[in-house]
Structure formats: C-alpha cells, structure tokens
C-alpha cells in the first residue's frame, strides 16, 4: 500500500506565503510524476503543476510565476512553494503521483487526503 499526505494549509492574508509538502510512504519503488490539483467550493479540480522525476516542471497560467514545485526525490517529497496568494487561490489543495508499488512493480495513481489553503483578509 502507498500513502500521500499532504500538509501546510492554513488560511493567510492576499499577498502572502504557504509552503505545502507531499509525502509519499509505503511499499514503493520509484515515483514518476507528481502533480498539485486544487478544488475550489463549486468547481472541479483543476490541476495546478507538475514535476517528473527528472525535475521537469509546468504550471497553470493562474500560477505562473506565483508558485513553484519541487521535489525531494530521495525522500518521496514533493512541494508547492505559494507566493503572492489571491482570494481566488483559496480550495482544497491534493497531491497526486505516480507510485511504483514495490509488490507488484506497476505504476499506478495515487491521491493524498488535501490540504485546505483560505486566502482572505
């Protein structure tokens, strides 16, 4: 089994910074690409950047320039440095990545639970 758990929400002011992070544990072997989503209230989720194992990166025009991912891949970390926040960057933030299970030696998706990022003065 593969676990992801993120951590680092929390509510700021417009303008400000968060810093989440993504850990995956369990029985893996390797992690291809990770990804950011986000869920705002009444929308779908939308994906926010990614980053393969190589340290590839892209981003969603809304934050470009605003927010960096990263990666640690000796400790199956991913994360969202956030910068410049908005009102409209508040929703539920997952993480999302591509685990090799150390059983079966197959690449499947795995989710984390979310972390809720509010934004408001």
């Known amino acids: 089994q593969v676990q992801l758990v993120e951590s680092g929400g929390g509510s700021v002011q417009p303008g400000g910074s968060l810093r989440l992070s993504c850990a995956a544990s369990g029985s893996i072997f390797s992690i291809n690409t990770m990804r950011w989503y986000r869920q705002a209230p009444g929308k779908e989720r939308e994906l926010v950047a990614t980053?393969?194992?190589?340290?590839?990166?892209t981003y969603a025009d809304s934050v470009k320039g605003r927010f960096t991912v990263s990666r640690e891949n000796a400790k199956n970390t991913m994360f969202l440095q956030m910068s410049s926040l908005k009102p409209e960057d508040t929703a539920v933030y997952y993480c999302?990545?591509?685990?090799?299970?150390?059983?079966?030696?197959?690449?499947?998706?795995?989710w984390g639970q979310g972390t809720q990022v509010t934004v408001s003065s």
């Open positions: 980053i393969t194992s190589g340290g590839k990166t």
């Open positions: 999302n990545a591509d685990v090799g299970d150390n059983m079966s030696r197959t690449f499947n998706g795995w």
